[in-house]
Nanobody
Framework: QVHLVESGGGLVQAGGSLRLRCEVS?????????MEWYRQGPGNERQLVAR???????NYADSVKGRFTISWHPAKTTVYLQMNSLKPEDTDVYYC??????????????WGQGTRVTVSS
């Protein structure tokens, strides 16, 4: 019901920028309350990077605050993560996530396939 496809990852030098994109499709798009970006590298737990709600509220991990910006297309079909001033420690696989209610108290989280970001020194 919700399908996420990520793109925009690649190799960039420290201090450079990338913009990740998450294309959202499916019959349950209108029910999505939260869109998120996570990242995970070898030996690390998947970590929340940025979150945006249907009301426009945004939250960021301290490590990326001031450098990354999440945005949500008005039609709710595309979510972006603009990444500036990239650091080698930003190197990770980045995942898009969508959360939506599906029942009385159930909340379903959908995931994209991930896109790799590599920041060289």
């Amino acid at each position: 019901q919700v399908h996420l496809v990520e793109s925009g990852g690649g190799l960039v030098q420290a201090g450079g920028s990338l913009r990740l994109r998450c294309e959202v499709s499916g019959g349950s798009i209108s029910s999505i309350n939260i869109m998120e970006w996570y990242r995970q590298g070898p030996g690390n737990e998947r970590q929340l990077v940025a979150r945006i709600t249907s009301s426009g509220s945004m939250n960021y991990a301290d490590s990326v605050k001031g450098r990354f910006t999440i945005s949500w297309h008005p039609a709710k079909t595309t979510v972006y993560l603009q990444m500036n001033s990239l650091k080698p420690e930003d190197t990770d696989v980045y995942y898009c996530s969508a959360e939506r209610p599906v029942g009385n108290d159930a909340l379903v989280q959908s995931w994209g396939q991930g896109t790799r970001v590599t920041v060289s020194s």
